[in-house]
């Protein structure tokens, strides 16, 4: 019983105090269930973030759903999927119940929020940063990011296609080092 409160408070506490959304807690995420509590190792962590990724909804929902699972079956991944949605279900109400005009349009506020922004996306880009270094920063990783990111930005293709383009890339060209190898 124990572990279904620590998994809930420590994605409770997570979704309370990250601001920027679900990429902005990855870092978070990592650093509780990976480096502290050590419930998930580095490379485990990693295929549950790719995973996250590709699957609907949002990442660190579903980041905690699979965390959940893993630890304890389908019942922890629902306590921890509660702690995560939790703060911000209560935030949520709690700003549709208090915010108005005068707070809105308070220049403290808004000054406020300008300088968490580049927080937010830098706490975006350490994940990405720790996902190339657990794919082993070297070159082909590091171009791939790269190329992905660049072509979606740019020329504004669907990261859905350039997911797929990868993964058979990633296919066939393990398959040619495959048959390279055995010969």
Not at 12 to 29: D, H, N, S, V
Not at 57 to 72: M, R
Request: net charge positive; glycine share 8%; proline share 4%.
């Amino acid at each position: 019983m124990r572990i279904y409160f620590e998994i809930f408070w420590s994605f409770f506490k997570i979704g309370a105090f990250t601001i920027g959304g679900g990429y902005a807690m990855i870092p978070l995420i990592e650093a509780e269930v990976v480096n502290k509590k050590k419930w998930v190792a580095k490379d485990e962590f990693a295929e549950m973030l790719a995973l996250a990724q590709s699957a609907p909804g949002p990442i660190a929902i579903n980041t905690a759903v699979f965390v959940g699972h893993k630890l304890k079956g389908w019942r922890c991944s629902i306590v921890s999927m509660l702690g995560a949605i939790l703060p911000s279900f209560i935030i949520i109400v709690f700003i549709a119940l208090f915010f108005n005009s005068a707070i809105k349009n308070n220049e403290v506020i808004e000054r406020i929020f300008k300088g968490i922004r580049p927080v937010v996306v830098a706490l975006i880009a350490v994940p990405a940063f720790n996902m190339l270094i657990n794919a082993g920063l070297k070159f082909k990783p590091i171009a791939i990011a790269t190329t992905a990111t660049l072509v979606i930005c740019l020329l504004s293709v669907s990261p859905i296609i350039v997911m797929i383009t990868a993964g058979v890339i990633g296919l066939v060209s393990g398959m040619y080092s495959q048959k390279i190898n055995s010969q």
